[in-house]
Nanobody
Framework: QLVESGGGLVQPGGSLRLSCTAS??????MGWYRQAPGKQRELVAT???????VYADGVKGRFTISRDVAKKTVSLQMNSLKPEDTAVYYC???????????WGQGTLVTVST
């Protein structure tokens, strides 16, 4: 199970921090995806247990993912937010042995004046 927090409304150029706590397993990969209205879900950032990190091109330099393996948490610091960052953000994790995927319920981020 993944429980997210931290979404909301922010003005362009502002910042938000998303957090996610996992339970029920050991996870090899954790991260964030997002889905904007009328678009497919897309990767935002992921991080392995050994800190290998992948970012979508559109968020590099603005977003930072961080993970605490022992606490089973993953966070996403989002700076310099743009209206095109508006989406439902989903926490994601894959279990270390089975590879089965777990998704959070989603948290809405709206970037608007």
């Amino acid at each position: 199970q993944l429980v997210e927090s931290g979404g909301g409304l922010v003005q362009p150029g502002g910042s938000l921090r998303l957090s996610c706590t996992a339970s029920g397993g050991i996870f090899s990969l954790m991260g964030w995806y997002r889905q904007a209205p009328g678009k497919q879900r897309e990767l935002v950032a992921t991080q392995t247990r050994t800190d290998n990190t992948v970012y979508a091109d559109g968020v590099k330099g603005r977003f930072t993912i961080s993970r605490d393996v022992a606490k089973k948490t993953v966070s996403l610091q989002m700076n310099s937010l743009k209206p095109e960052d508006t989406a439902v953000y989903y926490c994601y994790a894959s279990r270390i042995i089975t590879g089965s995927e777990v998704w959070g319920q989603g948290t809405l981020v709206t970037v608007s004046t």
